[in-house]
């Protein structure tokens, strides 16, 4: 299992970015993906995440400025960003986890997923 996430960088306030996670080595089929990030001296927090039957959750910070999708023929998770803040800077992870009886999209705990990408940097600010 190997996750690739890319798209970050520099953004004004109020502006837009898409990030990426690609997958290689598994399909999507049967397995969690979700967004987290850390900003310097914070801990770790799932922003967004979407079940292998395409159920969906998002952070309170979040909720109505940021998108999750799958494209399951590129098999990659995107998370569309919109009017974005400073608070949003961070470094954006995308983790993955098969999925059992209970999805943890749930609460979007880093500790339920096992399978990692490499952080990518977002920074907001003018």
């Known amino acids: 299992v190997q996750l690739q996430a890319s798209g970050g960088g520099l953004v004004q306030p109020g502006g837009s970015l898409r990030l990426s996670c690609a997958a290689s080595?598994?399909?999507?089929?049967?397995?969690?993906t979700g967004w987290f990030r850390q900003a310097p001296g914070k801990e770790r927090e799932g922003v967004s995440c979407?079940?292998?039957?395409?159920?969906?959750t998002y952070a309170d910070s979040v909720k109505g400025r940021f998108t999750i999708s799958r494209d399951n023929a590129r098999n990659t998770v995107y998370l569309q960003m919109n009017s974005l803040k400073p608070e949003d800077t961070a470094v954006y992870y995308c983790?993955?986890?098969?999925?059992?009886?209970?999805?943890?999209?749930?609460?979007?705990?880093?500790?339920?997923?096992?399978?990692w990408g490499q952080g990518t940097q977002l920074t907001v600010s003018s």
């Open positions: 080595g598994f399909t999507f089929h049967y397995y969690a």
């Open positions: 983790a993955t986890e098969r999925e059992g009886w209970r999805s943890p999209c749930g609460e979007r705990r880093p500790s339920d997923f096992g399978s």
């Open positions: 979407i079940s292998s039957s395409d159920a969906i």
